[in-house]
């Protein structure tokens, strides 16, 4: 996953998610189900939160969460409002910090942990079930 390009190309997103109605449990704008991406902020603070992405009205796709700086936090994806599919979370410096992947919200195959030096620290496997099977450190 290339999450600096994904990132770069989402930094410009405008539209705020508090502009989408929800209606029977579908994100709605100007009367039609929304299809792309939205920006969710911190109640007043003002500080980007995440970026959603819909189809059809479901959350589906692209996410993006945030620091309360502002610096990108992590990249993953949803599928039908669950966490799935690639997923990488950084550190305050930029550095990923963990790489892995998900299936309908539960941790599958290989994570990685890296420390803010971008260093590996240790891997984990887990099954299809989302229970570790083995952990090594280095």
Known sequence: MDYKS????YESEELLCISLLEVEGKKILFG???TGSCLVYDGDVKKKEMLLSYEDGVQEGLVIGYYPDGKPEYVGYR??????????????????????QFRNGTYIGVFKYYDERG????QRRYND????????KY
Not at 79 to 100: A, C, T
Not at 129 to 136: A, D
């Open 79 to 100: 599928n039908n409002g669950e966490i799935n599919g690639k997923f990488i979370r950084l550190h305050k410096n930029g550095e990923v910090e963990i790489k892995g």
């Open 119 to 122: 260093k590996k620290i240790m």
């Open 6 to 9: 994904i990132i770069q190309e």
């Open 32 to 34: 039609n189900n929304y």
């Open 129 to 136: 079930f989302g229970v570790i099977m083995r952990t090594k």
